[in-house]
């Protein structure tokens, strides 16, 4: 019985792009209900399915068409959520691939968002059924390693530890000199853009915030007035962090870079100036990250509009452009470029 049921346990590669790839690990892990492990891929095991799970970009399609290529045949093919379907929520997206299908044949298709972990066992069991022919499983493969918890420090040390939120309030007025807001336990300090590479590196080296994680930087579009620009700072001792905000108009979207402060700063940068259409001055390497080549307009600025209304939703008729109820259909709002 247990020869039986080790020959017939695909054995799988998941892919995970995704939220949907969550779902997928707790299958693999065996706590799902009813319980069920997924063996996965090894050096010396033969993939037999490989898992699409998550949100497929115009700029990852071809490193899952080479990672397909790469497997040795026959290999199935299954699509994992809705994303991994049809592009999902952000099928309208200017960067998503609508449809994981488009690039690589699927032998079968899981739908939800995401779907539950239950559901990826319903379609592997499935894929046996119809007459996959996996290969023959080691009881080694099906052994899960046990993890134990890493050492944390306790909330009372912690909270000892940390600044409340008026003080890191007041350490960064102290520190950069600018108005600095407290909302929901967040502290944001303004900052010019001539200083926002000082006011980084005082940030990042002051002993009190030790602001020296990089979390991620993002830009608003305050339209018309112009762009602000966001870094979050974050304290791996203190777990506490704040954030750095700075501005530029709308007429000279431009920011010194925080490359050479935070080496991670730079995909992010990229991202950004390609999006809002900001140059990061300093930057080394301000190349396109999502857009392909050539491309000149810049998909999150408010005044841009996506060919969303181009294409009727999936399964599904807008009342806005029906003309039901007596009403005149609304007038399709057709962005730059798109054929009239």
Known sequence: MIDRGQRYALTVLNVGLACCAVEAMVASLGQSDPPGVVPLAGPDRTVEVLIVSGTVTDKLAPLVRRLY?????????????????????????????????????????????????????????????????????????LQQPLLRPAAVVGPQELRARRLPVTATALRLQQLLGGPVHSAYGVVTADVPAEQWV??????????????????????????????DVV????????????????????????????????????????????????????????????????????PLRKEHRLASREVAWPGAVDPAYSGEGGRPPRRPLRPPGAPT
Not at 128 to 134: M, R, Y
Not at 203 to 221: C, I, K, M, Q, Y
Not at 270 to 277: K, L, S, T, V
């Open 231 to 298: 870094v979050r700072l974050w304290s791996v001792a203190l777990r506490q962090g704040f954030l750095l905000r700075t501005s530029c108009p709308r007429d000279a979207p431009s920011v010194p870079s925080l490359r050479g402060v935070f080496a991670g700063a730079a995909w992010h940068e990229r991202q950004a100036a390609e999006m809002f259409g900001l140059v990061f001055a300093g930057h080394p390497d301000p190349a396109p990250l999502l857009l392909p080549p050539g491309g000149v307009w810049h």
């Open 198 to 227: 000082s006011a980084a590196l005082t940030a990042r080296d002051d002993p009190e915030l030790d602001g020296s994680f990089f979390d991620l930087l993002t830009v608003v579009d305050e339209h018309p007035r112009g762009f």
């Open 69 to 141: 290529d790469s497997l040795p045949a026959p290999v199935k093919v299954l699509s994992f959520g809705a994303c991994a379907n049809s592009g999902g929520p952000y099928w309208d997206s200017y960067c998503v691939t609508k449809g994981v299908d488009l690039i690589v044949p699927v032998d079968a298709y899981v739908p939800g968002c995401p779907p539950r972990p239950e559901a990826l066992l319903a379609a592997l069991a499935a894929l046996t059924v119809a007459g996959v022919e996996p290969a023959p499983a080691r009881a080694s493969d």
